[in-house]
């Protein structure tokens, strides 16, 4: 069975960073990409980074590209989301994913497995 548990959320100001980390347990899919969501109040899911098991060409949402980096440790099973110059318009609830296709996609349905959710704020 695979679980996935995210921490690392929490309560920022504009401008500072913070970091996402997602464990995975259970043997299967440990291949396969995996991504970041994110959805505030009011809104839908939306996506915001996806990496494939080699880490390589790391896809991400045009609203975070250059302020955010997604990376894995496979020995370690954990996937991570570093994100720098943060900005009110971040404030939501991050998710985790993964996805039993060959490659990443920014589309929610495409992942079957999703974790609890971390609350990321950040005020001005």
């Known amino acids: 069975q695979v679980q996935l548990v995210e921490s690392g959320g929490g309560l920022v100001q504009a401008g500072d960073s913070l970091r996402l980390s997602c464990a995975k347990s259970?043997?299967?899919?440990?291949?396969?990409?995996m991504g970041w969501f994110r959805q505030a109040p009011g809104k839908e899911r939306e996506f915001v980074a996806a990496?494939?098991?080699?880490?390589?060409?790391?896809y991400y949402a045009d609203s975070v590209k250059g302020r955010f980096t997604i990376s894995r440790d496979n020995a370690k099973n954990t996937v991570y989301l570093q994100m720098n110059s943060l900005k009110p318009e971040d404030t939501a609830v991050y998710y985790c994913?993964?996805?039993?296709?060959?490659?990443?996609?920014?589309?929610?349905?495409?992942?079957?497995?999703w974790g609890q959710g971390t609350q990321v704020t950040v005020s001005i």
């Open positions: 259970g043997r299967a899919y440990s291949t396969y990409p």
């Open positions: 990496i494939r098991w080699s880490a390589d060409n790391p």
């Open positions: 994913a993964l996805t039993g296709l060959a490659l990443p996609t920014t589309r929610p349905n495409d992942y079957g497995y």
